[in-house]
């Protein structure tokens, strides 16, 4: 090849010879035309010849500096330790040298083709070298970030059952401060930086999937989602919260910090490199999300989907300066739409609660006239909701407001502080005046009037008492408070006047009777009480203050009417005629409203 490469030097030569001997001969006898075309080929044939010798010795330098560059790259790379650890001068030079390849490529690429190859064959070694030490590189780069980066092991989050998962916020992304300056030299050295973007970003994209899973979240269709038990998905929902916390507010920034430092003076290399690394984890977060906000709208669901709620209203702002680039819009926009949807669900489960409640019937008495499991439902639900008084009110503003038959006008005069808005109040009591109506509906199952009475005001005392003594109290106010204390008192008279006053009949008004009459009576009273007893020992008061002024009342009246008439029948009548003495009526009467039927078995005195 050397041999072509001189040949084409020696034709050049003899070629600009030639001209130089016609120009000799053509001073006397060629025109000033020719003469100038034999000047201007000659001009030409020298340049010609002077960049055939400045090309070869450009070559010639090119293959001196591939090969100086190649020794000192092949010697770190036999060498067991990496790079990085060969101290600061050793890793500045291989990075110099790598350098120095890509030039040699580029320098390479912009000459003219070479006929003989070795222009060529000098391009491709180049190339494998620049190849292999781009390998290294990568594994450089992984094995920085992975030494550097702090341990996400199980000591930084604790399990137990459901409970909130407690992750130590120090545990979060973090790079030394050494090891940023380290791995801005491989930026510095610009050789391939697609390669390395892509090395950087699939290592943090899989250091932030096994962040996710240690709060066990991971890609789950929303079919799986909507099948799933209430009460794992309950506890996925509070791991959900947890690890959407966490990596929004703390994970997420402290990445894009780094990434800032790193690869900030790349201009929007940094962000679009965040968000390929993020992007999968936070839609995978939002689909669960998603999930979640269409299932379907039983109440139980409305206090996971206001803690969902709360939490990403106020991760907004964290979420718009994370993703503010055009390129990450659409996760802005994902979030948002997830927030809106989760809004939407808990508000229509909040006000369809009354309408589930109406549908709630039956067509069988509530057994023993206690307090009945949907009042305890209700109004419990009402003591959670009054936590969330600041989200319902927020989700509630815009709605209009509909009468639903509660008396707007006494709402108005009630004072209503403002953490419960007066459309939360309306709805509430909306709600409760719902409630009232279904109890009074299954109170008209029952045969007897007298346990229908002792039903709502076990119904009504409990939801005064629960509402008096909560948070709630200023949502409904004192008006209603008062209104309901009268109604509960009103059913404990009805009760006293229906089971009572026909009782009593029998032992008043019986001053002219004979002894045969007043012996009926003693057998008829005997008897009607023991009926009582029997039925009314299987009632139930849970209160026991409600309960114990219920007796005393009914004792009061029984006992004081039965010693009466027990005085008049003595003076008639021999003792063997009263089944009951008066210590007997009272300790009796204590039995009653304890929810376990009893009998009396006593003989008549002899």
């Given at each position: 090849m050397d041999d072509d490469k001189s040949a084409e030097q020696h034709v050049i030569a003899a070629a600009h010879h030639l001209v130089k001997a016609l120009q000799l001969q053509a001073r006397t006898s060629l025109s000033n035309e020719a003469r100038r075309t034999l000047a201007d080929l000659d001009s030409h044939l020298a340049a010609m010849a002077e960049a055939k010798e400045d090309e070869t010795t450009s070559l010639r330098e090119i293959e001196g500096r591939f090969k100086s560059a190649q020794a000192k790259i092949m010697t770190l790379q036999s060498n067991c330790l990496k790079v990085w650890d060969a101290g600061p001068s050793e890793l500045f030079e291989y990075l110099q040298n790598v350098e120095e390849i890509r030039t040699i490529i580029e320098s390479l690429e912009s000459m003219m083709p070479n006929k003989n190859g070795k222009q060529n064959r000098l391009a491709s070694q180049a190339h494998s070298v620049l190849q292999m030490a781009m390998v290294r590189l990568q594994e450089e780069v992984i094995y920085i970030l992975a030494q550097n980066k702090q341990c996400f092991g199980h000591?930084?989050?604790?399990f137990h059952s459901c409970e909130e998962i407690v992750v130590d916020e120090e545990s979060m992304?973090?790079?030394?401060?050494?090891?940023?300056?380290?791995?801005?030299?491989l930026d510095s050295s610009r050789a391939d930086s697609e390669e390395f973007c892509q090395v950087f970003i699939r290592f943090w994209k899989?250091?932030?999937?096994?962040?996710?899973?240690?709060?066990?979240?991971q890609q789950i269709s929303i079919e799986d989602v909507l099948r799933m038990d209430w009460t794992f998905l309950n506890c996925r929902i509070k791991k959900w919260r947890q690890a959407t916390k966490n990596v929004i507010a703390?994970?997420?920034?402290?990445?894009?910090?780094?990434?800032?430092q790193l690869l900030g003076e790349f201009g929007s290399v940094s962000s679009t490199c965040f968000i390929e690394c993020s992007k999968d984890a936070m839609l995978c977060l939002l689909?669960?999300?998603?999930?979640?906000?269409?299932?379907?709208?039983q109440p139980e669901r409305l206090f996971c989907l206001l803690d969902m709620y709360e939490l990403l209203r106020g991760l907004c702002q964290d979420v718009d300066a994370l993703f503010s680039e055009d390129h990450g819009n659409f996760i802005q926009v994902e979030y948002h739409k997830l927030l809106k949807n989760l809004g939407d669900s808990a508000k229509a489960i909040f006000l369809g609660l009354g309408n589930r409640i109406a549908s709630n019937t039956s067509t069988t008495p509530?057994?023993?006239?206690?307090?009945?499991?949907?009042?305890?439902?209700?109004?419990?639900?009402f003591m959670l909701l009054s936590e969330y008084s600041d989200i319902l009110r927020f989700l509630l503003e815009d709605r209009v407001v509909e009468n639903s038959g509660v008396d707007v006008d006494a709402l108005v005069r009630l004072d209503i502080s403002s953490e419960f808005p007066c459309q939360l109040a309306l709805?509430?009591?909306?709600?409760?005046?719902?409630l009232e109506s279904n109890l009074e509906h299954r109170s008209s199952l029952y045969k007897d009037d007298s346990l229908k009475h002792i039903f709502l005001m076990n119904n009504i005392h409990y939801m005064v008492q629960k509402i008096k003594n909560s948070k709630v109290r200023t949502c409904f106010g004192d008006e209603w408070i008062k209104g309901h204390i009268v109604k509960y008192v009103q059913h404990e008279k009805s009760y006293e006047r229906i089971t009572w006053i026909p009782i009593l009949s029998l032992i008043t008004g019986y001053e002219k009777s004979g002894k045969a009459v007043l012996k009926e009576r003693c057998r008829n009273f005997s008897s009607a009480f023991e009926d009582v007893y029997k039925n009314q020992t299987g009632w139930s008061i849970p209160d026991i203050e409600l309960r114990e002024d219920l007796r005393i009342s009914t004792a009061l009246k029984v006992v004081h009417a039965y010693r009466t008439f027990v005085g008049q029948v003595k003076k008639s009548l021999s003792d063997k005629h009263i089944k009951y003495t008066e210590e007997d009526m009272e300790k009796h009467l204590l039995d009653f409203f304890q929810g376990s039927a009893k009998s009396l078995n006593h003989h008549w005195r002899r």
């Amino acid at each position: 090849m050397d041999d072509d490469k001189s040949a084409e030097q020696h034709v050049i030569a003899a070629a600009h010879h030639l001209v130089k001997a016609l120009q000799l001969q053509a001073r006397t006898s060629l025109s000033n035309e020719a003469r100038r075309t034999l000047a201007d080929l000659d001009s030409h044939l020298a340049a010609m010849a002077e960049a055939k010798e400045d090309e070869t010795t450009s070559l010639r330098e090119i293959e001196g500096r591939f090969k100086s560059a190649q020794a000192k790259i092949m010697t770190l790379q036999s060498n067991c330790l990496k790079v990085w650890d060969a101290g600061p001068s050793e890793l500045f030079e291989y990075l110099q040298n790598v350098e120095e390849i890509r030039t040699i490529i580029e320098s390479l690429e912009s000459m003219m083709p070479n006929k003989n190859g070795k222009q060529n064959r000098l391009a491709s070694q180049a190339h494998s070298v620049l190849q292999m030490a781009m390998v290294r590189l990568q594994e450089e780069v992984i094995y920085i970030l992975a030494q550097n980066k702090q341990c996400f092991g199980h000591a930084c989050v604790s399990f137990h059952s459901c409970e909130e998962i407690v992750v130590d916020e120090e545990s979060m992304v973090s790079i030394d401060e050494d090891s940023v300056e380290g791995t801005s030299c491989l930026d510095s050295s610009r050789a391939d930086s697609e390669e390395f973007c892509q090395v950087f970003i699939r290592f943090w994209k899989d250091a932030l999937y096994e962040y996710l899973r240690l709060f066990c979240m991971q890609q789950i269709s929303i079919e799986d989602v909507l099948r799933m038990d209430w009460t794992f998905l309950n506890c996925r929902i509070k791991k959900w919260r947890q690890a959407t916390k966490n990596v929004i507010a703390f994970y997420l920034p402290s990445q894009k910090n780094l990434f800032d430092q790193l690869l900030g003076e790349f201009g929007s290399v940094s962000s679009t490199c965040f968000i390929e690394c993020s992007k999968d984890a936070m839609l995978c977060l939002l689909n669960f999300g998603q999930a979640v906000a269409i299932g379907p709208l039983q109440p139980e669901r409305l206090f996971c989907l206001l803690d969902m709620y709360e939490l990403l209203r106020g991760l907004c702002q964290d979420v718009d300066a994370l993703f503010s680039e055009d390129h990450g819009n659409f996760i802005q926009v994902e979030y948002h739409k997830l927030l809106k949807n989760l809004g939407d669900s808990a508000k229509a489960i909040f006000l369809g609660l009354g309408n589930r409640i109406a549908s709630n019937t039956s067509t069988t008495p509530f057994q023993g006239g206690g307090v009945h499991p949907l009042t305890k439902y209700v109004i419990n639900y009402f003591m959670l909701l009054s936590e969330y008084s600041d989200i319902l009110r927020f989700l509630l503003e815009d709605r209009v407001v509909e009468n639903s038959g509660v008396d707007v006008d006494a709402l108005v005069r009630l004072d209503i502080s403002s953490e419960f808005p007066c459309q939360l109040a309306l709805h509430l009591q909306s709600v409760a005046s719902t409630l009232e109506s279904n109890l009074e509906h299954r109170s008209s199952l029952y045969k007897d009037d007298s346990l229908k009475h002792i039903f709502l005001m076990n119904n009504i005392h409990y939801m005064v008492q629960k509402i008096k003594n909560s948070k709630v109290r200023t949502c409904f106010g004192d008006e209603w408070i008062k209104g309901h204390i009268v109604k509960y008192v009103q059913h404990e008279k009805s009760y006293e006047r229906i089971t009572w006053i026909p009782i009593l009949s029998l032992i008043t008004g019986y001053e002219k009777s004979g002894k045969a009459v007043l012996k009926e009576r003693c057998r008829n009273f005997s008897s009607a009480f023991e009926d009582v007893y029997k039925n009314q020992t299987g009632w139930s008061i849970p209160d026991i203050e409600l309960r114990e002024d219920l007796r005393i009342s009914t004792a009061l009246k029984v006992v004081h009417a039965y010693r009466t008439f027990v005085g008049q029948v003595k003076k008639s009548l021999s003792d063997k005629h009263i089944k009951y003495t008066e210590e007997d009526m009272e300790k009796h009467l204590l039995d009653f409203f304890q929810g376990s039927a009893k009998s009396l078995n006593h003989h008549w005195r002899r």
